[in-house]
Each structure stands twice: as structure tokens, then as C-alpha cells.
């Protein structure tokens, strides 16, 4: 074998290796991000580039659309999925990879229609074949008691649940809120071996969409929620480094992001509702579904 022919073997042997582990790398990294139905292999490794899995949140302009607009639609989606409740209204959907890998819709009635103190923020998402993936539930208890204790400074706590998991992640406002200043929100994933992950979300000082930066327990820039200023609905691109791209946090990052329709709306009803409650105007009962959350774990059954 001459030099050139060993050379170009060589050359074509690494080229070889090199794919070899990128494709194991992609695999990899698709791992991590397809712990439920939903997501495929080939959907993550498309939705991976640069160090970072990306997603996009779009909130939809009007009710009108295929999935709940037609003949017995509700009814049809009431059967695929119990969580589809008769009041559920889908407003946004999730893309990954340039794929519609799940939607996400509210409770009209217990929060539109519902009397102050009656109020309740409730997000569901489904998979794009309806079925269900998580729920995110403003825990109005918990809300009205660190409300209270900032003496007016809404600080919303949500309840996050999703499939196949035993943990429920706790999303919370920060009542270190200065005025004109950004406001941030605390949250942490529980570890299968009893070893949480804490991750911090700042809004810019400057924005006009909405936007976050998600911070690391170590203070390290991890992902980025970037709300685009000319959408007429809604839309939120998001990134996330793949060491970081657990599927629980994913749901966490696109509920929030889909939460930013309703943020303002819900810092001015705690806001309201705590004056209520100091004036002794009105008297709070909680929900059984958010009792349920606060019970004792180790009571009698």
C-alpha cells in the first residue's frame, strides 16, 4: 500500500469513527428528552443543535381550531383523555424539532367565569394525540399565605404534575420583588437518588415578550425564554442545554412559557383577593383537588 492510499484509508477510518460518535452522541442526547410518549428519537436529535434542545411555544389567536372546533369535538376529546374536562379550552400548542409534540389549554369556567374568591388557574397539557402529559395548578392556599407574609407582593405558587413521575414540582414567584425591578421565579426537580436540582428563571429588565434567562443552582446560565415582541397570540422560543434536558423540566419551561398569557392577569387577582381578605370582605375556600395536595402524606388511611 502506497503512503497516499494509507493516508486517505486513514482519513476515511476517522471520518468514519467521527460519525460513528456523533450518531452516539444524538442518541445520547435523544435519550434524555423522550421519557414520555410524544417526543421520538428523531424529533430530539432534530430539535438538538449548537449544545442546546430548542422548543417553540405558539399561543393560538381565537378558539377556532381543529381541535376543538367541529361537530361532538369535546365529546370525541372527553373520550381519548378524563383530564379533558368540558371547560377545557386549548390555546397553545408546543413544537419541537418542527414538530407538534403537545398542546396546552386552561380551565375556562374556574378561572373566566368563576366569582374572586371562587377564582382557579388550572393548565393541562396533552400530547398532540390528546393524551394526557401534565397539570399545572396555581395553589391559591399556598399564593394567598406568601402573599400575606409580603405584605401585598403577589407571589404566585404553582403545583406541577406529570405523568409517570412520583414528585410534584412547586414553581414560585419570589417575593424579593423590587418595583421596576425583574421579577424571578424558584423551582427545583427532585433526583432519582434524593438529590434535587434547583434552577432559578429572571425575567430581562429590559423585554417586551417576555423573556427569561433559567439560571443553575451555581448560578450558570443553563437555557434561555425568548418572547417574540411581534406575535399576535404568543410565541416563545426556548433553549435548553442537553446536560440539563430532562423531561420534567422541559414541561416545567413550556407550561411557563404558556403561563405568560395569564402572569399579569394572575399577579393582579392575588393582589385584589389579599386586600379582600385583610378588609374581611371576603373569606377564602380552598378546592378539594388543591386539599388534596396539602394533605399528610404519612396519615391514617
Not at 28 to 34: D, W
Not at 42 to 51: I, V
Not at 70 to 85: E, M, W
Request: glycine letters at 6%; charged letters at 30%; aromatic letters at 10%.
Amino acid at each position: 500500500m502506497t503512503a497516499a492510499a494509507a493516508r486517505a484509508e486513514a482519513r476515511a477510518n476517522t471520518a468514519a469513527a467521527n460519525a460513528a460518535a456523533a450518531d452516539a452522541a444524538a442518541d445520547a442526547r435523544a435519550e434524555v428528552v423522550t421519557k414520555v410518549p410524544g417526543v421520538s428519537k428523531a424529533t430530539a436529535a432534530k430539535a438538538t443543535r449548537n449544545g442546546y434542545y430548542h422548543f417553540m411555544v405558539d399561543v393560538w389567536i381565537t378558539n377556532f381550531n381543529a381541535i376543538e372546533f367541529g361537530i361532538y369535538k369535546r365529546t370525541r376529546n372527553r373520550a381519548k383523555s378524563r383530564q379533558f374536562t368540558t371547560d377545557m379550552d386549548i390555546f397553545a400548542e408546543v413544537t419541537e424539532g418542527g414538530e407538534r409534540t403537545g398542546l396546552i389549554g386552561y380551565r375556562e369556567e374556574t378561572w373566566k367565569k368563576a366569582q374572586t374568591k371562587d377564582k382557579r388557574l388550572v393548565f393541562k397539557m396533552f400530547t398532540d394525540t390528546l393524551n394526557w402529559r401534565a397539570t399545572m395548578d396555581l395553589m391559591l392556599g399556598r399564593s394567598m399565605q406568601q402573599t400575606i407574609a409580603a405584605r401585598g407582593t403577589p407571589v404566585m405558587v404553582y403545583a406541577i404534575n406529570t405523568d409517570r413521575d412520583d414528585f410534584v414540582v412547586y414553581l414560585e414567584r419570589s417575593a424579593n420583588k423590587w418595583p421596576f425591578m425583574p421579577e424571578h421565579f424558584g423551582f427545583f426537580i427532585p433526583g432519582p437518588d434524593g438529590q434535587p436540582v434547583f434552577y432559578r428563571l429572571k425575567r430581562h429588565l429590559i423585554n417586551l415578550g417576555g423573556d427569561y434567562t433559567l439560571y443553575d443552582e451555581h448560578d450558570n446560565k443553563v437555557g434561555n425564554i425568548d418572547g417574540r415582541v411581534f406575535s399576535i397570540g404568543g410565541k416563545w422560543k426556548c433553549k435548553v442545554r442537553i446536560e440539563h434536558a430532562d423531561r420534567r423540566l422541559l414541561t416545567v419551561l413550556q407550561m411557563f412559557a404558556a403561563m405568560q398569557v395569564f402572569n399579569g392577569e394572575s399577579r393582579r387577582y392575588l393582589r385584589r383577593l389579599w386586600r379582600m381578605v385583610r378588609r374581611g370582605k371576603t373569606a377564602i375556600v380552598l378546592d378539594p383537588q388543591e386539599l388534596d395536595l396539602y394533605k399528610n402524606p404519612r396519615r391514617l388511611r
